[in-house]
């Protein structure tokens, strides 16, 4: 039940300025530090990605990277159980964005550069000249598609806003 892991690695991949990041991280200790664990996600992540760059092999063997990638509570996924590929994604750039910080603190960025995005909440007031804005960074937009024609009508809907009446109301 890896497919939404093979299909996210596959799509990053494919995304140049991030494939070249990961690939030019120094993962060679500090003097003084221990090497990284063999179970590194990142290092399993580049490893993967030297192999689909240079391999001519149609397949490449995703268990280490697998066993590498652990859960909440620090332990490996179990590949028989499918996951959210949003969960998913949202873990492994966490993961990697802290791991990215230790080992090349130049490459540190490159996942807020290319994925982030911010979606400013407002509360305007029809009474009076309020307005409060409340900024908040994201990886991923959650749209309604059901029963939609189309993404632009789940993106107009998506910015459509709500009327705060009642116990909601909002005072001037």
């Known amino acids: 039940c890896t497919c939404y892991q093979n299909s996210l690695i596959q799509q990053l991949f494919m995304i140049r300025p991030f494939r070249l990041a990961i690939l030019s991280a120094d993962l060679q200790p500090a003097a003084g530090e221990a ?3 063999e179970a590194d996600i990142l290092g399993q992540l580049q490893r993967l990605f030297a192999h689909l760059q240079e391999s001519e092999r149609k397949y490449a063997e995703t268990r280490p990277f697998c066993e590498s990638y652990k859960d ?3 332990s490996p ?3 028989n159980v499918q996951m959210d590929v949003d969960e998913f994604c949202r873990l492994l750039f966490d993961r990697l964005e802290s791991r990215l910080k230790q080992a090349s603190p130049m490459q540190a960025r490159v996942i807020d550069d290319l994925f982030a995005l911010v ?3 407002q509360v305007i007031s029809r009474e009076c000249q309020h307005l409060s804005e409340r900024p908040e960074q994201d990886y991923a937009l959650s749209l309604e598609v059901r029963n939609r024609r189309s993404v632009q009508e789940s993106l107009e809907l998506f910015v459509e806003g709500d009327r705060l009446e ?3 109301k909002y005072q001037c």
Do not use: T
């Open 35 to 37: 090497p990284p664990p």
């Open 119 to 121: 979606q400013l909440h």
């Open 166 to 168: 009642g116990d909601n």
């Open 77 to 79: 996924v179990n590949p």
């Open 72 to 74: 909440i509570d620090g």
